[in-house]
């Protein structure tokens, strides 16, 4: 088992940035990669950005250039630099661990889920 508790979340203004934590626990050692996830309610849940334990990172179009996903090994954290927030960035983030390669950009792909932190960017 993996548990992951995220932080980090809140509300700023457009331009603003924050920057969301992953903590992870368990059986970390078994993880192939972590990502972090967005969902608004009615949506589905999208892709945000993935790192693998490699340290290989792929990002959404939607946020390459403005958000870094990075991890410290030494603390089993991963986290996720938002800049250059506008309101179209306003969801419930939620970091999730993959235990085997795949389709990243697929939820189903990971295995193990945290409990969502609220990010509101207001205009």
């Known amino acids: 088992q993996v548990q992951l508790v995220e932080s980090g979340g809140g509300l700023v203004t457009t331009g603003g940035s924050l920057r969301l934590s992953c903590a992870a626990s368990?059986?970390?050692?078994?993880?192939?990669?972590m990502g972090w996830f967005r969902q608004v309610p009615g949506k589905e849940r999208e892709f945000v950005a993935r790192i693998t334990w490699g340290g290989t990172t792929t990002y959404a179009d939607s946020v390459k250039g403005r958000f870094t996903i990075s991890r410290d090994n030494a603390k089993n954290t991963v986290y996720l630099q938002m800049n250059s927030l506008n309101p179209e960035d306003t969801a419930v983030y939620y970091c999730?661990?993959?235990?085997?390669?795949?389709?990243?950009?697929?939820?189903?792909?990971?295995?193990?889920w945290g409990q969502g932190t609220q990010v509101t960017v207001s205009s």
């Open positions: 999730a661990a993959a235990l085997s390669s795949g389709l990243y950009y697929l939820a189903g792909q990971y295995g193990y």
């Open positions: 368990g059986r970390t050692f078994s993880m192939y990669a």
